[in-house]
């Protein structure tokens, strides 16, 4: 049974009174200032319904109108009384706004100056140069994959700025339509998450990486195991450009998921490949191999199975030594994948224990800078592709993540900004009030798929062009000429120093010379002796 839309009763309750009031006023000859007060907000609530451009005024009929107006007041009444500009919890305001202005194509320049301090460590900024560089094209883009190992290798030629992973089901059909239609615009890539490929990942056509967690979904056995020929199946459509292999996620990594069977409806079942209203686990652990060599050979199998299409794996960064496994096995089989998403531990899901949200995971700029500095200590950098997610929103986001060591970056939450999202924190209730991450089929229906999508590609085409702005200035042509020494960063109120000059670099192939070995930083000192090809484990003297 429908529940009834608790939040049209506003508009039931004014028509009501308009009606009454219609009906006291023709008897009585008064009230004829309630007749007109009613009838406009009923007029209001009516347009409300009608309209399709803000997704929230269709589902909050004339309530909706009051987040708008003070939305709409002074600034000053709006930093000291409701929400400082600059504090991002989890975005901020100016975050949220970039978004929403980039992707409705309004101006999205600021008067008066910068709201931050600049004088207070941990300030960054980016060194300009006095002969600013051409830039032809915003369209920056790398090849992933390709490499002459194989011999039917398909390579990617992707967006350095793309949509992150978000499953159908998490997020709302039209949501998923909206941003793949979106990608389609722009000619960038959407990760399906790790719920797989629905009807509405495929109705728009749009460039999709697939990616598969531990559920197999998409690619399951009945007992949940990983299941060749319906990979293969899935994998052979010319939609899909790149295989993901999903081994821990930024927001609560090693601790899997479920979702209950009350919220597995036909249509998510049919994509997961799993049964309507039972429970839809994702284990915290893969069942397809349990050691680094054994990763590799999966994405090995994968890649083949796909036809040689692009195949790597995403992770979240913890014990060093596990990674320092991985690139050990690398070293030792020569499997090697064609790319790596590092995703940082202040990405976002949309249910997660607190402590696993704010307290487990390494943050992106630490993660990203391990991943970069062991595969250029193994040699191995030249061979892989680095793909980077937490947090990214505005252009220098992405330029610093790329000086850092990246060659692309993925945006999840961003976009989500781009089809409507006001960050009212409410996924896990599925009373998402903009109908961006919600099942309820009323609720979904504020989301109008043609103007979101076309917000979703103005957000990326806008972001990649101040981006263009950005790299100019600097002296630079493309994207993927950023290095470390164009990053600068106060430490204290009195010191700047470069980010080259705080952060632990290796030269190329250090990692394998055994006579560097005393020169090492640290972390790699302590945990590379540590880790074995053989298994995640640490070895023990």
């Not at 056995?221 to 821990?248: C, H, R, Y």
């Not at 250029?376 to 330029?399: C, E, M, Q, Y």
Request: positive net charge.
């Amino acid at each position: 049974m429908q529940k009834f839309p608790y939040r049209y009763l506003t508009l039931l309750i004014v028509s009501f009174v308009f009606l009454f009031s219609l009906m006291i006023a023709f008897l009585l000859h008064a009230g004829w200032w309630l007749v007109l007060i009613s009838g406009a907000l009923t007029a209001l609530g009516i347009q409300d319904l009608r309209q399709t451009k803000r997704s929230l005024r269709r589902n909050y009929p004339i309530l909706a109108n009051f987040r708008f107006f003070f939305e709409m007041i002074r600034p000053e009444l709006r930093q000291y009384f409701l929400e400082d500009d600059t504090e991002a919890t989890p975005f901020s305001r100016n975050q949220r706004s970039i978004v929403y202005q980039r992707a409705k194509e309004e101006t999205d320049k600021r008067p008066f100056g910068t709201q931050y301090n600049v004088y207070e460590a941990g300030y960054e900024w980016i060194n300009h140069s006095i002969s600013p560089a051409k830039v032809g094209s915003h369209d920056f883009r790398i090849t992933v994959g390709g490499h002459p190992d194989c011999a039917r290798a398909q390579p990617y030629s992707a967006s350095v700025f793309n949509i992150s992973a978000m499953s159908f089901g998490a997020l709302s059909a039209n949501a998923i339509l909206a941003l793949n239609s979106g990608a389609k615009k722009d000619n960038f890539m959407h990760d399906t998450g790790e719920g797989s490929i629905s009807r509405y990942h495929r109705e728009n056509g749009g460039d999709l990486v697939w990616e598969i967690g531990s559920g197999y979904f998409g690619c399951r056995n009945q007992d949940g195991s990983f299941s060749e020929q319906k990979f293969s199946e899935n994998a052979a459509s010319p939609q899909v450009k790149m295989i993901e292999i999903k081994l821990s996620q930024g927001a609560k990594p090693g601790h899997g998921g479920l979702l209950p069977g009350s919220k597995v409806t036909i249509e998510i079942a049919a994509a997961r490949g799993v049964n309507v209203a039972e429970d839809c686990v994702s284990p915290a652990t893969h069942s397809a191999f349990d050691t680094p060599i054994g990763l590799l050979q999966f994405v090995d199998k994968l890649r083949n199975l796909s036809g040689g299409k692009p195949t790597g794996f995403k992770l979240a960064i913890g014990h060093p030594w596990e990674f320092f496994g991985i690139v050990k096995a690398m070293l030792a089989t020569g499997i090697v994948p064609d790319f790596i998403v590092v995703d940082g531990g202040e990405g976002g899901t949309g249910a997660a224990p607190v402590e696993f949200t704010d307290h487990v995971g390494t943050p992106l700029q630490e993660a990203l800078l391990l991943v970069h500095n062991t595969l250029v200590g193994a040699n191995l950098r030249d061979k892989i592709k680095i793909g980077a997610s937490g947090k990214i929103i505005t252009a220098f986001d992405i330029a610093r993540t790329l000086a850092l060591g990246a060659d692309w970056c993925n945006s999840a939450r961003g976009f989500m900004f781009a089809l409507g999202c006001i960050q009212s924190q409410s996924c896990h209730t599925d009373r998402c009030p903009t109908g961006v991450a919600t099942q309820d089929p009323l609720r979904q229906r504020a989301l109008v798929v043609s103007d979101k999508a076309q917000r979703v590609a103005n957000f990326h085409a806008n972001t990649l062009k101040a981006l263009a702005e950005l790299i100019a200035a600097v002296g630079l042509t493309h994207p993927s000429q950023l290095k470390p020494h164009h990053l600068v960063r106060r430490v204290s109120p009195n010191q700047v120093k470069l980010v080259a000059s705080l952060l632990p670099y290796l030269d190329a192939g250090q990692l394998l010379d055994q006579r560097q070995m005393a020169r090492l930083p640290p972390v790699f000192g302590t945990y590379w002796p540590l880790a074995q090809a053989e298994s995640f484990q640490p070895l023990t003297s």
